[in-house]
């Protein structure tokens, strides 16, 4: 096959394809499955962003939510303070965030395992804090109000009436597919290559000649970059604010990865999906048993931690790893 | 009887051993030597359980060892000292030489306490460092601690891994002696690994000579140290 | 003056806390290599289970006990449903290299905390309680003074030091925490010597499971109780047990109680909204300038 010798032109047919697929299909939708489709497209890009930390480099950060968070107060900020567009807000929120992944890979790239876990989770417990001690400015507890605003004309003539939620979708998904795009060149890169030598063997990747230090800041900065974009489109539903971004956004961005499969961008993208459709799925497949809402509430979360232990213990490389294994049967 | 039947062994795509059989017999000391690589410490490994081979046969007194893990192992008398001065540093010396015998120590209290003597008196320099870390041992005294801890589980067959690993040489002949006197006195077997094939050879009842995974050589030990045409070969003295 | 003294005896009681936690966290990581961010969930449980009892009428000491054993049991559960399972399969694959055996343990103990949580809220609803004290909770006063402390503080230091001596004795004296001692530092010469490392290690598990129920029961009354109420705490506790060095006993138990000491007199002093800001400054300056712990020794360590 051609594509074999020309990985970038396939990646870019394939994400060509995606694109298409999601316009379309996003135009038949209810309001509602177009506005989960959108958060799933926004999510895939912070998905990505352990895709690359963690599955690609064995780096594991318990604080991607709390980057998402900067990457959304940072576009919130550009927005109401400065006036700029959504599209500029947007590029800036990619590069504060990944200063900010800067910072934190300097201390990373000396930590390990859990000590990296838990620092990044106390990153991410003390963030939200910042929002309520410069209140003036980051708007405390309530947040900052922002949106997608409206589609541009030209686009209305071509597709009709748009809704809110539609137009959420449509502004994600080409920002999405510059993240696949992105991801898919880096994975097949030298860069790629080296982030995969350090995780399977830091110490021969460095007698190799990595520079394993600079390496994982790197991984930093982009995973970083990649998680406030993420996190700057999810605000721009409705609000920036802590409760936008809890705790649990991390978790859920961990569990979506895990659960594709750690080590693909098929992996990424299942995995973004089930995250979100996962509770609907639920609802829709219990209605008839007509549960308490005490356990309808918490059953989502037991499910996905089930599916997490049984992913991690049964099978490591996520539903992506059994779907490749039955294409190449 | 130790008995190794065409065992192989491999690390990945690294084959350590390939097919290898020998006996040891009871009561005797049966030395493998062999150049730095050649699978040593694998054999041994494997005996204790510590690796698993990819085929073959290992017995010791008619039961098989093979498959077992090396809590089991121990306990059916096979005792390992493994390469390189195997104590844990933070822990004192009686720490060291009880641990060997926890795992007797409620069903034979009594013998677990003549074992622990018994290892002093054959060691009177660990008793007088008794409650000092084995950390700060020589490591002469290290090695006597390794095998302190493995004699106080009153093995009837003992694996030495290089006992011989950078001590001087008046020390590897004291304890190369006092392992001698336990065969004679008690029947213990002793599979004894080392580089130092002269005196390993010295003291040893018979000799396996391994290279890069196979066995070349399998005879009495005199008639082994004897045959200069296969030192050159192998050994390269 | 005063508000001086009641902060720290404020610190020293919620320290005495935090170091049960930080015990916890470092039995396991000796014990298994393994942080456990579930640790807390695994107490919230057992907490439950108390109040549940508690509220059926049952006695305060009664419910304390077959807490501790529920936190034992949990713990157990964990090694054995979870992360022995893992550990054996840990040479395909995904888990073939060193970070991933460092990263998918913590990725699984947080597949735990999300069942726990999630059960809890199943069986005992969102709506937070409370919980009951043994003794008063109210400042004691000698001599017609109110004293900086309540029965219930001094209970807490009582039960607390009670512990740290047991454990110490634990670990000093019997065969089992020598068992445990050499497993930690050196698996492969404590299987030769007859050791069974996995039972050892489920046992680790099993009394850092009770470690942390402790911490749960002792914690509780002052901070209602939530599926979710205990997830600080850890947070707490393992940035006490980083400042201990993660792998020594007792700087687990000095981190617990610097790091009481810490909160309480930001708590005073700075701001409540400030805790966890103060803790990552803390944790990042412990990291990066004493990464083995404000105790190591010149040994250089890998964290
Ligand atoms: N853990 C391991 N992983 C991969 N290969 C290994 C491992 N341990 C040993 N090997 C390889 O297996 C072969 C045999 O090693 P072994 O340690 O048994 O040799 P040895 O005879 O004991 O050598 P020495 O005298 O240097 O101790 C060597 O080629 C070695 O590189
Ligand atoms: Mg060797």
């Known amino acids: 096959m051609s594509s074999h010798k020309n990985p970038a032109a396939r990646n870019l047919f394939f994400v060509i394809i995606f694109a298409i697929v999601i316009f379309i299909l996003g135009a038949d939708l209810d309001p509602y499955n177009q506005g989960q489709l959108a958060v799933v497209s926004m999510l895939l890009i912070g998905v990505l962003s352990v895709t690359l930390l963690t599955g690609t480099s064995g780096q594991i950060s318990l604080g991607q939510g709390a980057l998402m968070a900067v990457g959304g107060y940072a576009s919130a900020l550009t927005i109401l303070n400065l006036g700029l567009s959504m599209w500029l807000a947007l590029a800036i929120a990619i590069i504060v965030s990944a200063m900010a992944g800067l910072l934190l890979g300097f201390a990373a790239a000396r930590l390990t395992g859990p000590y990296l876990a838990g620092t990044t989770l106390v990153l991410a417990l003390a963030l939200p804090s910042l929002a309520n001690r410069f209140e003036s400015v980051f708007g405390g507890d309530v947040g900052l109000n922002v949106d997608f605003g409206n589609p541009p004309s030209w686009l209305i003539s071509a597709f009709g009436e748009i809704g809110y939620e539609q137009w959420q979708l449509y502004a994600t998904v080409p920002l999405t597919c510059l993240a696949l795009l992105a991801t898919a060149n880096i994975l097949s890169s030298r860069t790629g290559r080296m982030w995969r030598a350090i995780r399977d063997n830091e110490s021969a990747a460095s007698l190799m000649g990595v520079n394993v230090s600079t390496n994982k800041i790197f991984t930093f900065v982009v995973s970083s970059g990649f998680a406030g974009l993420s996190g700057a489109l999810y605000g721009l539903r409705g609000i920036v604010g802590p409760s936008v971004y809890p705790i649990s956004l991390s978790l859920l961005l961990l569990t979506g990865a895990i659960l594709g499969g750690l080590r693909s961008i098929a992996g990424a993208l299942i995995g973004s999906a089930l995250v979100v459709f996962l509770p609907d799925l639920i609802e829709w497949a219990t209605r008839p048993l007509a549960l308490s809402e005490q356990i309808g509430n918490y059953l989502p979360g037991l499910i996905g931690g089930v599916l997490l232990l049984l992913t991690v213990i049964l099978n490591p490389g996520g539903i992506a790893n059994v779907l490749h294994h039955h294409k190449n049967k | ?237 | 003056m005063n508000t001086l003294i009641t902060t720290l005896f404020l610190g020293t009681t919620r320290g005495a806390v935090f170091a049960l936690v930080a015990l916890g966290l470092v039995l396991v990581w000796r014990g298994a290599g393994i942080v456990n961010f579930a640790q807390m969930g695994q107490a919230m449980f057992s907490t439950y289970v108390a109040s549940t009892l508690i509220i059926k009428g049952y006695g305060y000491w009664f419910a304390f006990l077959i807490a501790l054993a529920v936190g034992a049991i949990l713990g157990a559960i964990v090694d054995l449903a979870v992360m022995r399972p893992l550990t054996r399969r840990s040479h395909a694959g995904v888990l073939a290299s060193d970070s991933m055996r460092a990263t998918v343990p913590v990725i699984a103990s947080l597949g735990i905390l999300g069942v726990l949580q999630s059960l809890a809220g199943m069986i005992w609803a969102a709506e937070e309680r409370g919980f009951p004290t043994p003794v008063s909770d109210v400042a004691v006063k000698p001599f017609g003074k109110t004293a900086p402390f309540t029965k219930f503080d001094l209970f807490i230091i009582v039960v607390v030091a009670l512990t740290l001596v047991v454990t110490t004795l634990f670990f000093k004296k019997t065969g089992m925490g020598l068992a445990m001692r050499a497993t930690a530092l050196n698996p492969e010469v404590a299987r030769l010597s007859g050791i069974r490392i996995s039972r050892v290690r489920t046992l680790s598990w099993a009394i850092s499971g009770v470690a942390s129920s402790l911490a749960g029961l002792l914690i509780t009354p002052s901070a209602n109780l939530s599926p979710n109420t205990l997830d600080l705490i850890l947070i707490v506790g393992f940035t006490a047990a980083v400042v201990g060095g993660l792998d020594s006993l007792p700087g687990s138990v000095v981190g617990g109680f610097i790091l009481g000491l810490l909160i309480a007199v930001i708590n005073v002093y700075v701001s409540p909204d400030d805790v966890f800001l103060a803790l990552l400054v803390f944790l990042l300056l412990v990291l990066i300038l004493k990464p083995g712990g404000l105790f190591a020794s010149k040994k250089v360590r890998n964290v």
């Open chain 2, 1 to 237: 009887m130790l008995e190794i039947r065409n065992v192989v062994a491999s690390y990945g795509s690294v084959v350590a051993l390939k097919d290898i059989s020998f006996t040891a017999e009871i009561g005797k000391i049966t030395t493998v030597i062999g150049a730095n690589g050649a699978g040593k410490s694998t054999l041994l490994r494997l005996i204790s359980g510590l690796e698993v081979a990819t085929s073959g046969a290992i017995h010791w007194q008619g039961e098989s060892l093979l498959g077992k893990s090396p809590e089991s192992i121990v306990r059916m008398g096979v005792a390992h000292v493994p390469e390189g001065h195997a104590v844990i540093a933070p822990l004192t010396v009686a720490e060291n030489i009880e641990m060997g015998a926890l795992f007797r120590a409620r069903s034979n209290k009594d013998d677990v306490k003549l074992a622990i003597g018994e290892v002093y008196e054959l060691f009177p320099r660990l008793e007088e460092r008794k409650n000092q870390l084995a950390g700060t041992l020589s490591g002469g005294e290290r090695q006597m601690l390794a095998i302190s801890r493995a004699l106080v589980s009153r093995p009837s067959l003992l694996l030495l891994d290089e006992p011989s690993l950078g001590l001087a040489p008046l020390v590897v002949e004291q304890i190369i002696e006092t392992i001698k006197a336990l065969c004679i006195s008690t029947g213990l077997t002793v599979l004894l690994v080392e580089q130092n094939a002269n005196t390993a050879l010295s003291v040893a009842d018979h000799g396996v000579l391994l290279s890069i995974g196979s066995v070349v050589a399998d005879q009495p030990a005199p008639l082994m140290r004897a045959d200069s045409a296969l030192r050159s070969a192998y050994l390269g003295y």
